[in-house]
């Protein structure tokens, strides 16, 4: 059900490589219990698009074990597959490609590829090298980066369909470390960007959408909580709360107080 129906963001496209989404909320399919929590909480978080660590999750390359294709469908949700676990720029294309074979032509993939196990930051150079590859083999590459906004346009410019710049490490929960960042990225692009990693609660991913992200990918902060399908819950109302405020545009921030109610003409 489309919950944007009669409401005031009923027309607020959401358009990734030429395909439209309702919901801005994409969500990971690692870390939780089993794959019944799965679908549970992804169809909470109302999400369209799902990552899927091709490394780590059986999507037809392992006949014998269960298939996660099973519970999230490919005729409901885009699966996006992710090169997690990757830490060098040929490993996560011939990942890619061996997506796009278990997929069966598929091309939208997210790009990640690691520079170090501690905190899994970017390795930048590798992630460009990357890119570069992938668009010229004909991905839609929506990729994962740190927060550098010159980063960010550089892989913009070489045809990434979506910039990713995490909010603080992957799965430490610690929310948006450096918002100014986020926001000179955002007022430069002309391609979405969507906050991945780094997200704690549905306070974080609010600010994200506040600051005028286009979304925002979440994983552990969904399946590590106490309870994941409440959780995926709030983060959904969050991103639509998020959204909402940043297209109405908030008020100024001032020192002093302004009164909401005019104070001319009171009964003296």
């Known amino acids: 059900?489309?919950?944007?129906?009669?409401?005031?963001?009923?027309?607020?496209?959401?358009?990734?490589?030429?395909k439209t989404y309702r919901s801005r909320l994409l969500t990971g399919t690692g870390k939780f219990t089993d794959l019944e929590q799965t679908r549970l909480a992804t169809e909470a978080a109302g999400a369209e698009i799902?990552?899927?660590?091709?490394?780590r999750s059986n999507i037809g390359q392992n006949p014998g074990e269960p298939n996660l294709l099973d519970v999230l469908p490919p005729d409901r949700y885009t699966i996006l597959p992710?090169?997690?676990?990757?830490?060098?720029?040929?490993?996560?294309?011939?990942?890619?490609?061996?997506?796009?074979?278990?997929?069966?032509g598929h091309t939208l993939v997210k790009l990640e590829v690691l520079g170090d196990q501690r905190t899994l930051f970017p390795d930048v150079v590798q992630t460009l090298a990357a890119a570069e590859t992938l668009v010229k083999d004909g991905f839609d590459v929506m990729v994962y980066?740190?927060?550098?906004?010159?980063?960010?346009?550089r892989l913009e410019e070489i045809g990434c369909v979506a910039v990713m710049p995490?909010?603080?490490?992957?799965?430490s929960g610690l929310g948006i470390q450096n918002r100014w960042n986020l926001v000179e990225i955002v007022e430069n692009a002309k391609v979405p960007i969507i906050v991945d990693a780094g997200v704690g609660t549905a306070s974080d991913a609010a600010i994200a959408m506040e600051l005028g992200c286009d979304g925002v990918l979440m994983n552990t902060a969904i399946a590590g909580a106490?309870?994941?399908?409440?959780?995926?819950?709030?983060?959904?109302?969050?991103?639509?709360?998020g959204r909402a405020a940043f297209k109405a545009g908030?008020?100024?921030?001032?020192?002093?107080?302004s009164a909401s109610s005019p104070v001319d003409g009171l009964i003296g």
């Open 1 to 18: 059900m489309n919950s944007h129906a009669n409401s005031p963001l009923s027309d607020d496209a959401f358009v990734i490589a030429g």
């Open 50 to 55: 799902v990552t899927v660590a091709i490394r």
């Open 82 to 104: 992710n090169t997690a676990g990757c830490y060098t720029a040929d490993d996560a294309v011939r990942t890619c490609r061996l997506a796009r074979e278990l997929l069966d």
């Open 145 to 153: 980066t740190s927060d550098d906004p010159l980063l960010a346009k």
């Open 166 to 171: 995490l909010a603080a490490p992957i799965g």
């Open 226 to 241: 106490r309870n994941p399908v409440l959780m995926a819950h709030a983060m959904k109302l969050a991103i639509e709360a």
């Open 250 to 257: 908030r008020i100024p921030r001032k020192r002093f107080a």
